[in-house]
């Protein structure tokens, strides 16, 4: 049933979005989203504790707001938050005491700080990762190996590979993964009380307060000591013969730590229980191994790590023919695009071969994901390792998705499996 306040569409399938139980709960979920594409595509959302939204759901609506990065802004509301923390940001940004990080920016800033990074991320940089990724794939599978034939898939496995892999490009120590692992699950698990390290808008800021404090010594020992890695290059980086402020240096290894992270450990599990719920194509797979591109590519798309960005209006508009008034909000739905069906043929269908398979997990235009080729690789080394040694796979329990509207997939994966 769709109402209609003033000139605005709303409805009420779309309060799912603002919702982060109901990420836990895939039916509910994608028969919501389905509804909203067919029905609703600019549907306006308010409920308590959030600022009002606009949730765009349909592929095409979503490509075209991130191709007007000028009339569609980034900032002041990147993501969806309660409001309480939506203000503690600004107030914090605006102090010169908050995380602002590339998703927090718009250009010209934005773009020059893209820059600092990109040369980690292109294929030169890659080649040289690729030996490290195979080496930690194989490591984990061998681990998987030795703890059989049960284990918890998310937590014991998919969660450490990629952080292991931040951590070199980064340069830091292995020592440091335990700590990075508690702090980049607290941040992003914010919203599922398994992770959180409180409830409140406070607890929020001191997990971020000790990823600042972690990162200031290493920028300290960086600019000293100057070594061949990603942390030398952001804490020397320099911006029109300037260095970058404390705040830009901190929140750049901020979006690398944890961007980095749990976006590929939700691709990783998901991905694995996609193959488990999909037997024909797992043998599919295994049977022509050259698959392994597109196979990575439906992973990503079935599994969309990130849930939402946001963009702010910066004048008058309108999408899909609805009028958007200078200030208000969009709501990205990355979730929903990947199973539009105007664009993906039979989009609920896991296809290992899926070609074309333009998704949108990474997002569109000038803030596409700057790590997509990492997580490619990443995903690809650990799947090419495992697939072809595994024997047999299934599901020892129930698994249980994140309560979370941002980032996140599975917290657990119960499996048992035997390996060859
Ligand atoms: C499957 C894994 C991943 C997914 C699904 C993913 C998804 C995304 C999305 C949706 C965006 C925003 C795009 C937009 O606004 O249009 C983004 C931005 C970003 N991602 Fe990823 N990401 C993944 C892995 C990584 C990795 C491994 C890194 C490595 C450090 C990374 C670093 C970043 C950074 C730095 C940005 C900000 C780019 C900007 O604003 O210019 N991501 N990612």
């Given at each position: ?7 605005r569409i709303s409805d ?5 979005l603002a919702?982060?139980q ?9 028969d919501?989203?389905a509804?909203?594409?067919r ?5 306006w959302?308010d ?8 949730a765009?759901?349909?592929y095409a609506d979503?490509?075209?707001?991130e ?5 569609f ?8 938050a309660i409001?309480?923390a939506?203000?503690?940001?600004r107030?914090?940004?605006?102090a010169g005491?908050?995380l602002?990080?590339?998703?927090h ?15 980690w991320f292109?294929?030169k940089?890659?080649?040289a990762l690729?030996?490290?990724?195979d080496?930690l794939?194989?490591i984990?599978?061998d681990?998987?190996?030795?703890k059989?034939p049960?284990?918890d ?5 998919a969660?450490?590979y ?6 070199t ?7 440091d993964?335990?700590r990075?692992l ?6 992003f698990?914010g919203?599922d ?16 307060l ?5 990162f200031m010594e290493l920028?300290r020992s ?5 070594t061949?890695d990603?942390?030398?290059a952001i804490a ?6 300037e260095?970058?402020s404390?705040m830009?240096?901190?929140s750049y290894y901020v979006?690398?730590a ?5 976006t590929t450990s939700?691709a990783i599990a998901?991905?694995?229980?996609a193959?488990l719920?999909n037997p024909?194509e797992?043998?599919?797979?295994q ?7 597109t196979?990575?590519?439906e992973?990503?798309?079935w599994?969309?790590?990130?849930k939402?960005?946001m963009?702010?209006a910066?004048?008058d508009t ?10 208000e909000?969009?709501?990205l739905?990355y979730?929903?695009?990947?199973r539009d069906e105007e ?5 609920f269908?896991?296809d290992v071969?899926?070609?074309?398979n333009k998704h949108l997990s ?10 997509a080729a990492?997580a ?6 650990f ?8 024997s047999?796979?299934?599901l020892?329990?129930?698994?249980e ?6 980032v996140?997939?599975?917290?657990h994966?119960p499996?048992r499996?035997?390996?060859?």
């Amino acid at each position: 049933m769709t109402a209609q306040t003033d000139h605005r569409i709303s409805d009420p399938a779309a309060r799912v979005l603002a919702d982060p139980q109901a990420y836990t709960d895939e039916k509910l979920l994608h028969d919501s989203l389905a509804h909203l594409r067919r029905n609703a595509p600019v549907s306006w959302v308010d409920v308590p504790e959030y600022r009002p939204f606009w949730a765009i759901t349909k592929y095409a609506d979503i490509m075209e707001i991130e191709r007007q990065n000028e009339l569609f802004t980034n900032d002041p509301r990147p993501l969806l938050a309660i409001a309480a923390a939506d203000d503690a940001l600004r107030r914090d940004i605006e102090a010169g005491t908050g995380l602002r990080t590339l998703i927090h920016m718009d250009d010209p800033h934005h773009r020059d700080m893209r820059k600092i990074g990109v040369d980690w991320f292109r294929p030169k940089a890659m080649r040289a990762l690729k030996a490290r990724c195979d080496e930690l794939a194989k490591i984990y599978v061998d681990k998987m190996a030795d703890k059989g034939p049960e284990l918890d898939f998310a937590t014991e496995i998919a969660v450490n590979y990629p952080l292991y892999i931040i951590l070199t490009m980064l340069g830091l120590p292995d020592s440091d993964f335990p700590r990075m692992l508690k702090l980049t699950q607290e941040m992003f698990g914010g919203n599922d009380a398994e992770f959180q390290r409180g409830g409140g808008v406070d607890d929020m800021l001191a997990v971020l307060l000790d990823f600042f404090n972690y990162f200031m010594e290493l920028t300290r020992s960086r600019r000293e000591h100057p070594t061949e890695d990603l942390a030398s290059a952001i804490a020397n980086a320099k911006i029109n013969g300037e260095p970058l402020s404390d705040m830009d240096t901190l929140s750049y290894y901020v979006i690398v730590a944890s961007a980095g992270h749990d976006t590929t450990s939700a691709a990783i599990a998901g991905g694995l229980l996609a193959l488990l719920q999909n037997p024909d194509e797992l043998a599919r797979l295994q049977g022509d191994m050259s698959l392994m591109p597109t196979a990575v590519e439906e992973m990503i798309r079935w599994v969309v790590p990130v849930k939402e960005f946001m963009r702010t209006a910066r004048a008058d508009t309108e999408v899909r023919g609805v009028p958007i008034a200078e200030g208000e909000a969009v709501l990205l739905s990355y979730v929903s695009a990947n199973r539009d069906e105007e664009v993906f043929a039979d989009p609920f269908r896991f296809d290992v071969g899926r070609d074309p398979n333009k998704h949108l997990s990474f997002g569109y235009g000038v803030h596409f994901c700057l790590g997509a080729a990492l997580a490619r690789m990443e995903i690809s080394s650990f799947f090419s390792e495992l697939v072809p040694r595994l024997s047999s796979v299934e599901l020892a329990g129930d698994p249980e998705f994140m309560a979370t509207t941002f980032v996140g997939g599975l917290k657990h994966l119960p499996i048992r499996y035997s390996l060859k």
